[in-house]
């Protein structure tokens, strides 16, 4: 059965009354995510490793300073601080030595980001040597301990959703002649735990040399599952996702609403909806006064044109035209007409699942999950249909109303069933996707333009193009440049950089690639296209196209024509030309038509080849 314990949004424990459910999405978006870097900085953290990054230090460094970037770009509420433990210095609220809080639980900004900078720019680390100092005599107990400290003082200010801890070392065994200490600082990560702060390990390895997890770090982790089989992941993907620049907007995984789904009379379960996908901008600017840069508030008044007397929104209406006349309503009948039912899910029927069409495509899917808070039981009753759906192959067909005063749409639910990796690691969760329906008013029949078609040749040509530069795509890979240029020049103005830093658009063709795997298939595309009766075709229409590299002259093109006209004759196709290429084609070959509509072309040409 599949595992529906997957959940994406943050749930303050308050739970939600029936009746608020009724009025349709819930938001709980007040809750602010934690993240505190613990970083080793003993003296084996500022040995050179490697040519790319130098020291273990500078790595670590380079990969809070991105997080910063990103967190400032993509969910600035979010609150980051940096902690240095196994310093010769001091500076923390609990006063525990050799532990350094060099930037406090806080929302990043500019200033952080350029103190972080400063350690990459000193040569061969002496700025923090100098300034911070290193030492073998710490705690680790400790530096969890002011971890901890940290996110409670934050909580009492503000509202903490996910609490987390990122710890930087590469020494596999701290505290390796000291077992109490070892001992204190086990003790203290699992009371960290039981607290919800999750410690996460970054480790890496000196050169020559293998990081142990089992010497300390394996007690210290929490896990779950089997304890005999767990051992830490490798970190390369962690690290390497944490040097991305890949600069966005951070959208939470949370569900934007609850609703009922009605199965029938007296029948129904909870459900959650989720967006999975949608369409990224760039965010609205904000206004500031110019003296003293404080945002200023937007305040829009009606009034009388003609007594300036400032009008209430109880004294304002709506109308509408009708038949020359002015229906008017007042504020609450315009809600009452956009009011159709509760806000919900309600079955209509099922169909096969080959009935939906692509081209009902009207707007982005969205997602629906059980949820058990609302109504006990969904769970089970979620599952079933899911179930029977996928083994019959059908998607139930629903009238949704997302919320209250949206009107209802026809949706079609296409069943999804759980998916997991070699690992049993889910990747696709169970569940339904909600496909909007287009309406009759929604649907256009378009009257297109008879044009020539193509024959065999052209097709083969086609095919073996399209074959030949076939590639697989994943939306992960590409990323929008516009906004990546517009992050980019904020990030160098608020970093007062010369120019913004360089990215790659990988919206733009590789033609090197292109040329070297399809070079000569183009070139006998364009000339099998672009050649011959398309010439004259596109001449009359007064479009000019291209001659292909290696094109013949006036002669060769004449013949190339009648060929082809020739072709379209005798198989009875002349009726599906344009008159302006019957026309260009009578005038190229000099054939004198009797008059100049459509069916007098025809019979000129037919004459020509001698069709009857």
Not at 8 to 17: P, Q
Not at 389 to 414: G, Q
Not at 440 to 445: C, E, I, N, S
Request: proline letters at 4%; glycine letters at 6%.
């Amino acid at each position: 059965m599949a595992d529906f314990g997957w959940r994406s949004h943050a749930d303050d424990g308050s739970g939600a009354s029936d009746d608020e459910n009724e009025q349709g999405y819930q938001f709980q978006f007040s809750q602010k995510d934690s993240l505190i870097f613990l970083v080793d900085s003993s003296k084996t953290m500022f040995v050179d490793c490697d040519d790319e990054h130098g020291t273990h230090f500078n790595l670590t460094i380079k990969c809070i300073k991105n997080v910063m970037v990103k967190k400032i770009i993509g969910s600035s509420k979010d609150l980051l601080g940096v902690v240095f433990y196994g310093t010769e210095k001091s500076k923390n609220s609990s006063n525990f030595k050799h532990i350094y809080v060099l930037q406090d639980l806080d929302q990043p900004g500019a200033e952080r980001v350029l103190e972080l900078e400063r350690f990459l720019d000193s040569c061969n680390n002496d700025d923090f040597s100098n300034n911070i100092g290193h030492s073998q005599n710490y705690s680790l107990s400790d530096a969890l301990w002011t971890c901890s400290s940290m996110f409670s003082l934050a909580s009492q200010k503000l509202k903490l959703g996910h609490q987390r801890v990122m710890l930087f070392t590469n020494d596999d065994d701290p505290h390796a002649d000291d077992k109490q200490l070892q001992q204190q600082a086990i003790k203290r990560a699992a009371d960290m735990n039981d607290n919800h702060i999750e410690l996460e390990l970054m480790h890496m390895q000196l050169p020559g040399t293998k990081f142990e997890y089992t010497k300390f770090y394996q007690d210290l982790i929490y896990r779950e599952g089997n304890e005999d089989n767990w051992q830490v992941a490798e970190p390369a993907e962690r690290f390497e996702e944490l040097l991305t620049r890949t600069l966005s907007k951070d959208h939470k995984k949370r569900s934007v609403g609850r609703i009922k789904f009605q199965l029938g009379e007296g029948v129904q379960f909870g459900v959650e909806v989720y967006n999975l996908v949608r369409s990224a901008s760039i965010p609205t600017p904000s206004t500031l006064y110019k003296n003293t840069n404080e945002e200023v508030r937007t305040v829009t008044k009606r009034f009388v044109e003609e007594t300036g007397e400032i009008l209430l929104p109880s004294d304002i209406k709506k109308y509408q035209d009708w038949a020359g006349e002015k229906i008017f309503f007042d504020s609450d009948e315009v809600e009452m007409l956009k009011r159709f039912d509760k806000p919900g899910l309600m079955l209509m029927g099922f169909k096969p699942r080959r009935c939906l069409k692509r081209y009902y495509h009207v707007k982005p899917a969205q997602f629906i999950y059980p949820d058990e808070t609302s109504v006990a039981g969904s769970t089970r009753l979620f599952a079933a249909l899911l179930q029977k759906c996928s083994d019959h192959d059908v998607t139930p067909i629903c009238r949704y109303i997302p919320r209250r005063n949206s009107p209802p749409s026809f949706v079609a639910l296409l069943p999804q069933q759980e998916e997991v990796d070699e690992h049993k690691v889910q990747v696709m969760p169970p569940g339904f996707h909600v496909i909007y329906l287009p309406f009759a008013d929604d649907l256009r029949k378009l009257n297109y333009e008879e044009l020539p078609r193509a024959n065999q040749e052209q097709i083969e040509c086609a095919k073996m193009l399209v074959k030949k530069l076939k590639t697989s795509y994943t939306p992960e890979a590409f990323e929008n440049p516009v906004l990546q240029k517009h992050w980019r020049n904020i990030e160098a103005l608020a970093l007062d950089r010369d120019a913004p830093e360089q990215f790659t658009d990988y919206t733009l063709p590789d033609n090197d690639a292109i040329e070297k795997r399809a070079g000569h298939l183009i070139e006998r595309f364009t000339a099998a296209v672009f050649s011959g009766s398309r010439e004259v075709v596109n001449k009359s229409s007064k479009r000019k196209i291209p001659e292909c590299e290696g094109g013949r002259g006036k002669q060769a093109k004449t013949e190339t024509v009648e060929l082809d006209i020739e072709a379209e004759a005798k198989g009875g196709r002349l009726g599906k030309l344009t008159v302006s290429a019957l026309k260009g084609f009578c005038s190229t070959v000099g054939v004198r038509p009797v008059g100049t509509k459509k069916a007098d072309l025809i019979e000129a040409i037919n004459q020509h080849y001698g069709v009857l």
